[in-house]
């Protein structure tokens, strides 16, 4: 840094009026000009020439260039070079090259921090920064200078220099090279400030930067971050060591200081580094090899970013499932809560959706198996299988159907395939005991009380809401409860109203005919009557069906759209008839018949379906016309269906996937059945009630014709687009099972004085554990039937358990704050009450500060269509001056409590 340098030369001309520049200007230095002699800098040119003697400084005069800023640099005086001489230069005096003057020229600074010039290198460096701004107040200090400087010097964001910024920096190959490169001086003073800026872990980064030959620093903050986990001390006791010996640079380093790297590291990687870069990959995948490098690799686990330790945390999850399985009780042991929550926390787990999904699945069935332990159901009748089909099995269905899926981890698959064998087996014991009741009542001919069959679905249902309001009834051909569990989970929350009847506050259902096929089932469903048909005949019958005929006008009978009349091709826009049909007012009944599911079913294609209203094309458009024209919209299915998860085949002369003609002779997983509801010409026939079998060769992705409850029972929802609801009709509220929402691992424990008294039923169709291992005795609960709730062994009162919990100080300090009475203007007009607030605040101390909104949404009794603008009025109280007290993630579904703050921000004490 000792030569002489352009940038110098330039900035001591530079005070020169422009006339005087016109001559050769001279500047005396001891230090020689050996660059090149012309050159241009900003456009503008300039020829710089060592002299010598004098007579080089006269031949220089002579020849100098025109245009260009001519400088000759001498170690003369001016008496030496000769008056004559200086007489033709730009002044009579040679300017001299004093840097820091230069320095405070360029800066406008009139004096500078000591702490600089006591490094002279500093000014070269300072001279070469391209463009800088005057100081403020004329004084240039340290904290000015270093940032610009290690900018322009090596490419270092250091205006607000913390570990983050010198980690990003430590990526960048070239910036690296550039700081290898820097004399030694430069290098020790450049660490001191940095350490006395950004911590003394400025220091270990920059040292593991100079001993590395590739950019390593920021993956090696990864690798601690799993070494010095204080969990496993000892195990990487040796490993740790070795990173020192081979790449840290540094001896000793104190932990406080490599817990920081860590943590910093951890952070710029969470936060900071975009998700999909390449760079992010390389980092992450750099960790994972040097880990491995260490023989640390089988403790990737410990790390919220690698991505061997995701999969490694899915494996530690399936054998800690797997253990939990083999536990008489399925008590959620402590294990698998953190294996649990140790795969939500790892920052992989946001682009794993369908993965995550099967994780809380397997813990949803895991804590249903534990509660059929706590009493058993037996049920005398069938509306009450009915019952349970349509609440709570409709649940453990969609749950059981989502973990029937192939994964990377051969840990985790085995231990899903094993909870998935352990709840199909309870479920295989309550399809047994449905079809017994089915048969009974097919065979005694009673008709039910509560549920409509197929063929009186219309009349009970559909044409009572037509006598007043217009109806587009859309019917998803093989729809089962599982299914539209999962579709009903999405159109729920998308300003649409589901409705219930008065009195009944459940899902409603039908029973479809026997065999539980299109033809029969459907075509019975549109004509109103048992009827084996094609789309031709259901498009004979529909428009003259009794009951539905009444609702309309004389000129405008009740319309049916099939898939060839909803457009022609796939089933993704609708034809210019069915959007005119729904949109006109005279139409009473309009019907669209949407063949997705079943289609899917027929298909063997290895995808996994998530049955949204997207998912189903064709469902936005006719809800999105329905809403416009304000109509009604009656979703049903014509029959349910069960999924391919290795079934049996048996062959058989005639009938159809789950059906065959009666030889007389039922298996055990089958039933003969003749009767009204069976649909074949007056002719007996055998069908399986066991979802093992079926009597179709090749596989496909589902079969229906059966009598499992999953094929016979199917759903109907009432949908309103307004609030300006039918008669008779209330709105939905969530009915999901206490062990569905997955941040409660435990199900709630009844008190053992009050176990015989408990009017809420969990468990099976009947006791299939028998006798009590430990050798009690004692009969399981019992429950009566006609006082059974909606959804058997679903609901526990959040209500009641809320109450149990006392209102804690803090928060009644804060509801009786001035602060908060003046806030709540803010609520008025949502008509929150200080109770609703002080509902969802209770709910969320009792989750810790952090719970999903169909938790929250059953806890405070709001229908989850609500949630969203509920959360946001009382945002709107609670969060002062936009600080996020109250935070809603919608993309996890997630409301969070951020409790200090809002202590502080209320200045109330806990």
Known sequence: MSDLKRSHLIAGVSSLPQKKLQRVVGVRSSISWSGDIESEVNGIRYCIRQCDSPLAVREFIRSAVDGAINIAVTNMDEETIGMDAMLRMASTRLLTIDRWQLVKDRFHARSIDPRITKHDWLADLMLDIPRVQPVAGGFLDAETVWPITLQSALGMNAETLDLHNILSWSRNPEYVQRWKQMPDEF??????????TAGKTAQLVLACVEKNNMPDALPIGLVLDVLLNSEHKHEMANHLIR??????????????????????????????????????????????????????????FLSDVSPIGFHQRLTNFGIALSTQLGTSDFAISEMLKDRYRRIFDHMKAPMEPLRLERIKMAIRLLRWLGSQHQQTVSFDALDQAIDY??????????????????????ELSAAFEKLFTKVADLRHTQAERFAGLFQDSIRLNSNSDQFSGVETLLKDVVAPLAEDRPILLVVLDGMSTAVFRELMQDIVHRDWYWLFREGRGKVDGALAAVPSETKRSRCSLLAGRFLIGNKDVESREFPKHPELLRCC??????EIFHKSDIAPGDESDLSTNVRASIQDANKQVVAVVVNAIDDHLGKSQQLETIWSRDAIKVLPLLLHEAKTSERLVVLVSDHGHIIETGTEYKAHDGGGERWRPDDGKPGDQ??????????????????????????????????????NPQEIVFPVAVLSPTEDFPAGMTEYTLEDPAWWDEQYFHPPQADDNDQAEREIPTGLLFDIYGPDPDGNTEEPVKTELAEAPAVPGALDSMAEQRAEIQTPQWLKNL????????????????????????????????????????????????????????????????????????????????IELNKPLLLRQFEIEE
Request: charged residues 25%; contains cysteine; glycine residues 8%.
């Open 553 to 558: 006008k004389s000129d405008h009978p009740p």
């Open 815 to 894: 509801l009786d704050s001035t602060l908060f009475e003046s806030q709540m203007e803010f609520g008025k007009r949502n008509r929150l009450t200080p109770e609703k607030i002080r509902d969802v605040l209770v709910e969320l101390e009792r989750g810790g500060g952090k719970t999903t909104s169909n938790a929250l949404a059953r806890a405070v009794n709001q229908p989850p269509i609500r949630m969203r603008g509920f959360i946001t009025s009382i945002m709107r109280v609670l969060n002062i001056e936009a600080y996020e007290i109250l935070r809603m993630d919608e993309a996890s579904g997630t």
């Open 187 to 196: 290098k020790s003073t450049a660490t001191e400030w940095m350490s006395a």
């Open 389 to 410: 089909q349509l609440g709570e099995a409709s649940f453990v269905d969609w749950a059981r159907l989502k973990i029937n899926a192939v994964e990377p981890s051969q």
């Open 670 to 707: 089958e039933l003969r059945l003749e009767g009204q509801r069976v649909v074949t010409d007056g002719q007996p026939v055998i069908v399986p009630w066991s979802e093992r079998i079926r009597y179709t060769r090749g596989k496909n992705n589902g079969y229906h014709g059966g009598i």
């Open 243 to 300: 990173l020192e010996e081979r790449m840290l640079g540094v001896s000793n380093p104190s932990q406080e200081h490599l817990n920081q790297w860590a943590a910093a590291s951890k952070d710029l990687v969470r936060f900071q580094m975009e998700a999909s870069t390449s760079e992010l990959k390389q980092v992450l995948s750099r960790a994972d090899a040097i880990l491995k490098e260490l023989g640390a690799d089988k403790m990737c």
